[in-house]
């Protein structure tokens, strides 16, 4: 854990990780901005630089963002300030009391934001109650901010991660407040659309992204700053199943040029339809000139 930092001084603070940074997370968010506003102090996220499942389940998380993606979001949200708390062994293994002591040693928070269902500390041991009461002792209000609710339901990244699982991309935006997106590098694939006149580029996801089910979608790309609609591919397309492997690749409409081993976005905007095997190659590149008409179609 980073020295303790007078900077919390007469803060309003939003403590948690924020995977994908989803209308609930920026709901708790605001609230401590508008809290910092009305009281003439500064508005500050508390976040860790790993997201600690990471660590507690490296085999098994699927994340929305990398740590990296989600601290530029977090710094672009209108907060003054992002503090990250560096997750290594020491922080791991703190009980919940000494966890705080050692972020605040040198002064709380004003006030401090959490969601109602946060937890923390050595066995996710420490809980609202025990954070309220150690925030009683030192002069720091905590509110715990219920859960915000679409559709019925809560809004959470476990329940987002569900729903790209299953191919819900258009779902998964409601909750997000934006496409969901995956950033990779653009890497050498199979050259088939290439034989078919219909060049892609491949994507090489980070190792524990999540990605969409498999399937067609339509989206845009984003390269060198500039928006292009693109037909997106997930998985093996049966028509070569046994001699390929699972890719996510896009034909990025109106573009032209190499974009080997740069950087590349692509968010995922509408699910057209399943992997379908067809008869031949040809019937193949006739289905995917639809998806393309289909993917042109968008705003």
Known sequence: MQPARPVFADS?????????????????LQKAVDDARASGGDSLVITFD????????PTQLEKLMTNEERLAALAATGVDEVVTITFNEAVRTMK??????????????????????????????????????????????????????????????????G??????VEEAARLLGRPFA??????????????????????QVPAGELIPADGVYAGYALVDGQRYKAAISVGVPITFEGVA?????????????????EELQLAFVRHLRPMIKFESPDALASQIRQDIEATSQLP
């Not at 946060?118 to 041991?125: D, I, K, P």
């Open 12 to 28: 309003s603070c939003a403590f948690g990780v924020f995977d994908g940074l989803h209308q609930g997370h920026r709901f708790i």
């Open 182 to 203: 995956l950033m990779g590098q653009v890497v050498a694939g199979r050259q088939v659309g290439r034989e078919m006149g219909i060049a892609t580029a491949n994507l």
């Open 163 to 168: 729903l790209i699982a299953r191919g819900k």
């Open 96 to 161: 919940p009391e000494a966890f705080l002591d050692a972020l605040f040693s040198s002064g709380a928070p004003r006030r401090l934001f959490v969601g109602e269902d946060l937890r923390f500390g050595c066995r996710a041991s420490g809980d609202v109650s025990l954070l309220k009461a150690w925030g009683s002792a030192h002069g720091m209000d905590v509110v715990a901010v219920p859960l915000l609710e679409c559709e019925g339901l809560p809004v959470t990244s476990t329940r987002i991660r």
């Open 50 to 57: 790993v997201d600690p499942d990471e660590v507690f389940a």
């Open 245 to 261: 492997e699972r890719t996510v690749e896009a034909h990025l409409l109106g573009f032209s040029g190499d974009i080997y081993a």
